[in-house]
């Protein structure tokens, strides 16, 4: 296992830092992924102060792109790390891995973004046959959910517009036929 580890991590994880993969096993419905997280610190959400203390570890399960047809699911230890800024509302604090989890998500953000890519393309009845058909079936509901979840897009005040600048559809509906001087 040891020769292969890097190997697993590179091809699973290839993105991410302080993640060890410990072993990967696959059933007749599921693969699991036992991996982690070795970073020595983390980051207080409540004030931002770099701890490392460890308060305690646990798992968490985020799941997975699907891979060779199967439901994936990440058994990924976190820790809990001791805030100690006195000022802080936040004794203890759980460790987020970059890419993997984030506060109460249940889904790495490689398949969270798949799934919003999903939604948008295919809104309404559409949208959960497909993630059906790729092997992370979520309702329409939670499409709904995560797309709403993003953030608003920056707000740009048009400069004047005038009937000189405005693009003109081509007679043919083959696209913009360009901007009018
Ligand atoms: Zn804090």
New binding site residues.
């Given amino acids: 296992m040891n020769k292969i580890r890097p190997e697993l991590e590179e091809l699973l994880f290839s993105s991410l830092e302080n993640v060890l993969v410990e072993s990967v096993a696959a059933t007749d419905i599921v693969v699991r992924i036992e991996a982690l997280s070795t970073a020595r610190q983390a980051t207080?959400p409540?004030?931002g102060?770099l701890s490392g203390r460890i308060h305690g570890s646990y798992p968490r399960f985020p799941h997975d792109l699907p891979t060779a047809g199967k439901p994936v699911v990440v058994a990924l230890r976190v820790r809990r790390f001791v805030?100690a800024?006195g000022s802080?509302s936040?004794k203890t604090?759980a460790e987020q891995v970059p890419g993997l989890t984030r506060r109460f998500g249940r889904r790495t953000e490689r398949l969270r973004s798949t799934l919003i890519s999903i939604g948008l393309a295919l809104a309404g009845r559409a949208g959960p046959r497909m993630t059906d058909v790729f092997g992370a079936p979520v309702s329409r509901n939670t499409l709904l959910r995560l797309i709403a979840s993003l953030p608003d897009p920056p707000v740009t005040t048009p400069r004047a517009v005038g009937v000189e600048s405005t693009a003109v559809r081509c007679p043919t509906g083959q696209g913009l036929s360009g901007q009018r001087e």
């Fill in positions: 207080s409540g004030c102060y805030c800024e802080c936040r604090f």
